[in-house]
């Protein structure tokens, strides 16, 4: 009996497992539903509903998931209660994602496969990027969708030169047409709101699809190299700083968007073609230059149209404010670039409070004060009509929406197109990116060319406004010229009629012409001294202006006769009076001229005597000899003879009888058939000896 029930207990648990394999078996057979489908007319947009299962301990790989096949479901499925018991009790849980591909169309289907998570990998069970294959038996094999950056992504296949062979540079699943096949990703430690889709497309397709976007980037960067040649040009031949800084701006521009938006499967297909030389936009080195780009653009834009407003001319006031402000904009983006370029990712996440502090303020001065600043003035120069102004401050509201609109665009596309055309997301947003620049650098090209030829206007203005005055002031110049050249005319007949008085006429001539030395000798010459006889005691009852005035009387009387004879008075000593003859023109006549000056000056003493009431009288000398004339001193100069003649006319005048006349010997022998001569004594002369005077009747 016992043995029999054990036997039925053995056939009991038999069954039981037979029942339990079988059962084991049917959910290995268990197939769902694909959820994506492909059909002929969407080749690129493939759609469907996700399946997901949770791995609560965190920890399991792509193989042992897909023995848990069956459990997977819609999120929809999963109630708030398990939602929550998960999150409860296992924490590090990690969400696995299904999808089922079948090719319902009627030809083979060469699927490309992208991920849109961006939850960073644990470890390479737990990368979203990596795509694993599926069949009844297990995992085939396992793809890496992250292929941007790796190289040049346009073309279909690469030549690697170490295997000689083509490789291509994406990894696709050929499906055929009326097959399936089963994807197996993990997502991470997602939200169970969010669902993680792929992005599924026809590989040729794409390709086309790509190639036909290029088109529309090389006309905007056609454009944009355009003006990059024409800014340079500009900036080479004319000097002028808004040309330079435009340049700067463009060059900047240009560079940023091509390290942001170019990411090795687009235009730079021209350029790159290998796997060493490769845009990276993933990497930190590539963010950190964009980064640096960027704040290098907008700070150049902003030193561009500080000198497009003219602010040191239209708003002298704002000088100086304007320039601490930019200094400390300045030091603000020195420090992020040293922050940038010294720390590790790990280092500015750790440090992030001081670099938000930096970047708040940079941004608060350089967009907030700054920006506020220069739209105010741009805004100020349209109401002052500069020509300049409506261009540059369209350019600058569009670099205000071109800093909103594209973030938000980026978002709709990214969450209208989650499922298809995600390719917008991208192009379209960098295609919006380079027709801002481009439309920016037109207007700020509009700009400058109108500054420059107001400015060129204005220097017109200016250049006919001061010839205008320097017209009317040479005009007045040349009157003040004029008066003044009549009187300096004056002044130089005054200064010549003076030197005339001084000195003769042909001596004045010589100096006014540079001679500074001039002595002269002549051979025969007369010279005449004069002295009056009671002068002293006159003058002892006089007063000093009756005196001079007496004397000048007197002595412009001797003047006027010594002119009219053609004679030269040297000078006058105390009431002496000196002239000569012969000199400095040659004349044979002149001691015969000479002599009637001598008789002549009684006849102006006579009269001079009955028109003042007095009984002055006079001495005269007379000799005719050699003498030497010229020039002596710097200052107060004179004209002077100098010889034994002179010596001894002197000496004639010493020793004459007052009232008479007394000449010389030789100047005897020279008038003596002129004039009444007798012999008067005989007198001691220096150097002569005793020598016959004569007196002149």
């Known amino acids: 009996m016992g043995l029999k029930i054990r036997k039925n207990l053995n056939t009991i648990k038999l069954i039981f497992i037979v029942i339990l394999i ?6 290995h057979a268990i197939e769902f539903k694909p959820t994506h489908i492909i059909n002929e007319n969407n080749s690129r947009k493939i759609t469907g509903e996700e399946l997901y299962w949770i791995d609560k301990t965190g920890k399991l790989n792509a193989n042992e998931v897909a023995s848990f096949i069956p459990e997977f479901k819609k999120l929809s499925l999963f109630t708030e209660d398990e939602k929550s018991e998960i999150k409860k009790s296992s924490p590090n849980f990690i969400k696995w994602h299904l999808a089922i591909v079948k090719n319902n169309s009627n030809k083979d289907f060469n699927l490309r496969i992208k991920t849109r998570d961006s939850a960073p990998p644990d470890n390479d069970n737990h990368n979203p990027s990596i795509v694993h294959i599926l069949n009844r038996d297990g995992i085939t094999n396992s793809l890496d969708t992250r292929n941007n950056g790796k190289f040049n992504q346009l073309a279909a296949s690469h030549w690697d030169s170490e295997y000689k062979e083509n490789k291509s540079r994406y990894d696709t699943i050929l499906i055929s047409k009326n097959e399936s096949t089963t994807l197996l990703r993990c997502v991470g430690q997602d939200n169970f709101s969010t669902e993680s889709s792929l992005r599924l497309s026809e590989h040729q397709a794409e390709l086309e699809i790509d190639r036909f976007l290029l088109y529309f980037q090389g006309v ?48 730079s297909e021209f350029f790159i073609n290998n796997e060493t030389n490769k845009f990276n936009t993933n990497s930190f080195q590539s963010d950190l230059i964009s980064g640096v780009l960027f704040h290098l653009t907008h700070f150049s834009f902003v030193v561009l149209a500080y000198y497009l407003i003219d602010v040191d001319k239209n708003f002298p006031k704002w000088k100086k404010p304007f320039a601490i402000v930019l200094l400390i904009s300045v030091i603000l983006l020195i420090a992020l670039f040293y922050a940038l370029l010294k720390f590790t990712v790990s280092d500015l996440n750790s440090s992030s409070g001081i670099m938000d502090v930096i970047l708040s303020s940079y941004f608060i001065i350089t967009f ?79 700009s400058i060319i109108r500054r420059m030829k107001y400015l060129q206007a204005e220097v017109i203005e200016i250049t006919n406004q001061n010839r205008q005055i320097l017209a009317e002031q040479n005009e007045k110049l040349e009157i003040k010229v004029k008066e003044r050249t009549h009187e300096l005319h ?68 001797f003047d006027t006769r010594a002119t009219s004879l053609g004679l030269e008075k040297i000078k006058t000593i105390g009431d002496a009076y000196m002239v000569a003859g012969g000199l400095p023109t040659n004349d044979d006549e002149h001691a015969v001229r000479v002599t009637k000056m001598a008789l002549g000056m009684y006849e102006d003493l006579e009269a001079f005597n009955k028109e003042h009431g007095m009984e002055l009288d006079m001495r005269i000398g007379i000799n005719s000899g050699p003498v030497v004339a010229g020039v002596i001193g710097h200052s107060k100069f004179s004209y002077d003879l100098w010889g034994n003649t002179v010596n001894t006319a002197s000496r004639m005048e010493s020793t004459c009888l007052p009232g008479k ?37």
């Open 490 to 557: 004056l002044e130089s007949q005054k200064s010549e009629r003076l030197m005339l008085n001084i000195l003769p006429q042909s001596i004045a001539t010589r100096l006014k012409a540079g001679d500074e030395s001039i002595s002269d000798s002549y051979k025969n010459a007369t010279i005449l001294f004069s002295d009056l006889v009671g002068f002293t005691k006159m003058s002892s009852g006089k007063t000093a202006e009756d005196l001079v005035f007496l004397l000048n009387d007197l002595f412009k009387r």
């Open 661 to 697: 006349v007394q000449v010389s010997p030789s100047t005897y022998e020279q008038i003596k058939g002129h004039f009444d001569v007798q012999e008067n004594q005989l007198i001691e002369c220096k150097g002569l000896g005793q020598i016959m005077t004569y007196f002149v009747k």
């Open 220 to 267: 905007g960067f056609g454009a944009l190299a355009a003006f990059l040649v024409l800014a340079f040009y500009t900036a080479t031949l004319n000097k002028e700083k808004s040309n330079l800084l435009f340049f700067i701006w463009l060059l900047f521009g240009i560079t940023r968007i091509l390290m942001q938006d170019i990411d090795g499967d687009r235009l």
């Open 368 to 446: 907030g004060i700054i920006g506020v600043g220069l739209i105010a003035g741009t805004i100020t120069l349209i109401f002052r009509r500069r020509p300049q102004a409506i261009y540059l401050l369209l350019c600058e509201l569009l670099m205000i929406l071109g800093g909103f609109i594209t973030p938000i665009l980026h978002t709709f596309f990214e969450t209208s197109f989650n499922h298809n055309d995600n390719f917008l997301s991208v192009d379209l947003v960098f295609l919006i990116r380079v027709g801002l620049l481009v439309m920016q650098a037109l207007l700020l090209n509009l």
């Open 22 to 27: 079988s059962f084991l078996n049917l959910s």
